[in-house]
């Protein structure tokens, strides 16, 4: 399983982002997948997550602002970032999982190797 993230850059306050994910050796319909995002000195946190029926979940801090979608045709999963915040700014991960829902969060098996947000007031 490979994944790719784009889509990362600097914005000003604001601002917006896409972020993409592309999954190779991967089915993207079938399982959970995700975004997470790690701040420097802080923890990794769930961003948004679509399980197996699309159903999305995202992080209280993101809600009204984030949009996060799968293209299963693609393989690709998404993430709209819509006005960003300086604390929005963090390394982006895209994560994958061999279970349907995503209750396994952080702990998912597949990782991309991130993609850096930085947005400046």
């Known amino acids: 399983v490979q994944l790719v993230e784009s889509g990362g850059g600097s914005v000003q306050t604001g601002g917006s982002l896409r972020l993409s994910c592309a999954a190779s050796?991967?089915?993207?319909?079938?399982?959970?997948m995700g975004w997470f995002r790690q701040a420097p000195g802080k923890e990794r946190e769930g961003v948004a997550t679509i399980d197996s029926d699309d159903i999305i979940s995202y992080a209280d801090s993101v809600k009204g602002r984030f949009t996060a979608s799968k293209d299963n045709a693609e393989n690709t999963l998404y993430l709209q970032m819509n006005s960003l915040k300086p604390e929005d700014t963090a390394m982006y991960y895209c994560?994958?999982?061999?279970?349907?829902?995503?209750?396994?969060?952080?702990?998912?098996?597949?990782w991309g190797q991130g993609t850096q947000v930085t947005v400046s007031s």
């Open positions: 994560a994958a999982d061999t279970y349907l829902s995503c209750r396994r969060g952080r702990y998912m098996p597949y």
């Open positions: 050796g991967y089915t993207a319909t079938n399982y959970c």
